[in-house]
Structure formats: C-alpha cells, structure tokens
C-alpha cells in the first residue's frame, strides 16, 4: 500500500508550499483518499505514542530523510504533528524553518521510535518483542 507521509509531496526540503500566492488553485494536490486519510490519522495516533515515550528522555521529535536533497531533516514533535494535520486538511503540507542546527542525537527515525514503543509495549504485556520488522503494532507498511 502507498501511504502518504508529512514529507511525500515532493517540492523539496521545505516540505511544499499551501500559499495561493505560490501558484492557481488548480496546481493544488486532490483530496486525499479515505485509505490516505486513515494512514494519515494512524500516524497522528503513533506519533503521539512516540512523543509521550520518548520526549521524557530528551528526544525532540524526528528525524526524516529527504529524498530530494539527499539530507536528513529534524522535525520537532509539534511540527511533525502540525504536518500531519495539514496533510490532512489540505493535501499537502506546507513550508516550514529547520530547526537551528539541531543536534541529530536529538532526533530519531519514525522506524527507531516505532521499535520503541512496540518494546515498550511487549515489556508492559511481560512478552518478548520479535526483533522482526513490521511485526509489531506501531511498525509501518510502507
């Protein structure tokens, strides 16, 4: 299944333009579909997962890698969330400033805090995680 993410519309490191003053409204994505949508409003529910398991220990949000420039982005937890949301009302996401040179040890990949929470999760079930990819409950489809 293609899901779509915060970072899938594919203008570039500042992560898309919503402005009308960027183009006519005709230029503007479809709506997303309803399978879009629910992937959507899975990861606003896992991001929110992560953030309360991980923020505690210093974790300020994630880090995403940018396939147009080849660099990895650092998204605070509130700014991955306010994406999210944007994607779902507009389509699309819209511009947003990097964060200050973060400090990449502050950051992790969706991948990493999805692992997280599913050991999380197995430890407060006393079962043991399986170590295999997409095996657990917060693990993507992509």
Not at 122 to 131: I, R, S
Request: negative net charge; proline residues 9%; hydrophobic residues 30%.
């Amino acid at each position: 299944m293609d899901r779509v993410s915060a970072f899938d519309d594919g203008s570039g490191p500042d992560f898309g333009a919503t402005d009308p003053a960027f183009g006519p409204s005709d230029e503007r994505p479809p709506p997303l579909t309803m399978e879009e949508r629910a992937g959507v409003l899975d990861d606003l529910a896992e991001l929110e997962v992560f953030r309360t398991l991980l923020e505690p220990s210093g974790i300020k949000g994630i880090a995403v890698d940018c396939p147009d420039c080849d660099e990895e982005h650092h998204v605070d937890w509130a700014l991955m969330q306010a994406n999210l949301r944007q994607l779902l009302e507009e389509g699309q996401t819209g511009r947003h400033e990097p964060p200050f040179e973060p400090d990449p040890d502050d950051y992790v990949s969706w991948d990493y805090a999805s692992g997280y929470a599913d050991g999380v999760a197995a430890a407060a079930e006393g079962d043991e995680p399986t170590g295999r990819h997409g095996a657990g409950r917060h693990a993507r489809e992509d």
